[in-house]
């Protein structure tokens, strides 16, 4: 079965500082690895994704990930933080291998403050 | 703007009512998704359907619980009786066919805030 972990509940940065929200999976097969954001009150919204090719992919609102097939992660990543940022960001995994299902599992949830 | 659409947006219940949480997937998708979110567990997947089918629903209390797809343009998650612990926010989701360019990703609605009293 797959699964995610995102092994930090809270990123605080600085506004106008990088940001990094970490995250590692575990397949048995291929991955499909997703981000994805949810403000107060909202329903999740998706970020980018990773399916095959480039192992750095960018999304929405300047975020890009880099995939690591060796160390199993896909982290989440912004050169300039803006306070607009602050959110709660989950990272999510599908198993793509014949027959594998089309649900996504999610982690747990990071949450990034950007401070002024 | 296609959006997924759930309603009630707010229900407070007393323990013991049958509560039923609707969606509205975006008009095209084949894939709808139901999932709980708490602070305690996080995003749980409760139960999933492809073209009006229920394919996994093993995540989801079968004595309380049930989900269905009565047409391609409404989801609905009920549950009865209901109990404190069922207090979440349900939220729906919906995915392209796995041959479409934006194949994988979900479209959230706005979810379903549940307190059962």
């Known amino acids: 079965a797959q699964s995610v972990a995102q092994p930090e509940d809270q990123v605080n940065v600085a506004e106008g500082n990088p940001l990094t929200v970490k995250c590692t999976y575990s397949?048995?097969?291929?991955?499909?690895l997703f981000w994805y954001v949810q403000y107060p009150n909202r329903g999740l919204q998706f970020l980018l994704k990773?399916?095959?090719?480039?192992?750095l992919v960018k999304g929405s609102y300047g975020f890009e990930a880099e995939f690591n097939k060796s160390q199993t992660s896909f982290h989440l990543k912004k050169p300039s933080a803006l306070v607009s940022d602050s959110a709660l960001y989950f990272c999510?995994?599908?198993?793509?291998?014949?027959?594998?299902?089309?649900?996504?599992?999610f982690g747990k949830g990071t949450k990034l403050t950007v401070n002024p | 703007d296609a959006r997924v659409t759930q309603t009630p947006r707010h229900k407070v219940t007393e323990m013991g009512q049958e509560v039923t949480m609707r969606c509205q997937p975006i008009?095209?998708?084949?894939?709808v998704f139901w999932y709980r979110q708490t602070m305690m567990q996080g995003l749980e997947l409760l139960a999933y359907?492809?073209?009006?089918?229920?394919?996994?629903d093993s995540g989801m209390p079968k004595d309380r619980f049930s989900a269905e797809m009565p047409d391609a343009t409404l989801a609905t998650l009920k549950i009865q009786p209901s109990e404190p612990r069922d207090s979440a926010v349900y939220f729906c989701?919906?995915?392209?066919?796995?041959?479409?360019?934006?194949?994988?990703?979900?479209?959230f609605g706005e979810g379903s805030r549940l307190t059962v009293l």
């Open positions: 359907f492809r073209n009006r089918a229920p394919l996994d």
């Open positions: 008009l095209g998708h084949n894939t």
């Open positions: 999510a995994v599908r198993d793509v291998t014949q027959g594998g299902s089309e649900k996504l599992v």
């Open positions: 397949v048995s097969g291929n991955p499909y």
């Open positions: 989701a919906s995915g392209l066919p796995p041959d479409f360019v934006r194949a994988g990703e979900l479209f």
């Open positions: 990773y399916i095959t090719g480039d192992n």
